[in-house]
């Protein structure tokens, strides 16, 4: 069954870091971009980085840029978030999704892993 899996939410300080793991089954990995996208509560989805089939190429979402790392080892079939100097507006559910294209044609979403940003 294809399907990806996130790990790695929890509770931390703000200005602390945290690294979310997506782990992808029983497809190409190798064939697909990947995201992570992020749902406040109360809010809708926010897209947050992406990165291409290389791992080469990636774009962030302006809320984000310069303190989150979005990286994949294609050997190990996993895409992940490093996020560093975490503030309270990033608490959310945080879901990795395949796509297509750039930024585009997300059709397979795990179940979200929640990361919570409080002293």
């Known amino acids: 069954q294809v399907q990806l899996a996130e790990s790695g939410g929890g509770l931390v300080q703000p200005g602390g870091s945290l690294r979310l793991s997506c782990v992808a089954s029983e497809f190409t990995f190798t064939n697909y971009y990947m995201n992570w996208v992020r749902q406040a509560p109360g809010k809708g989805l926010e897209w947050v980085a992406d990165?291409?089939?290389?791992?080469?190429?990636?774009y962030y979402a302006d809320s984000v840029k310069g303190r989150f790392t979005i990286s994949r080892d294609n050997a190990k079939n996993t895409v992940y978030l490093q996020m560093d100097n975490l503030k309270s507006d990033d608490t959310a559910l945080y879901y990795c999704a395949r796509g297509s294209a750039a930024r585009s044609g997300l059709d397979i979403w795990g179940k979200g892993t929640l990361v919570t940003v409080s002293s």
């Open positions: 990165i291409n089939t290389s791992g080469l190429s990636t």
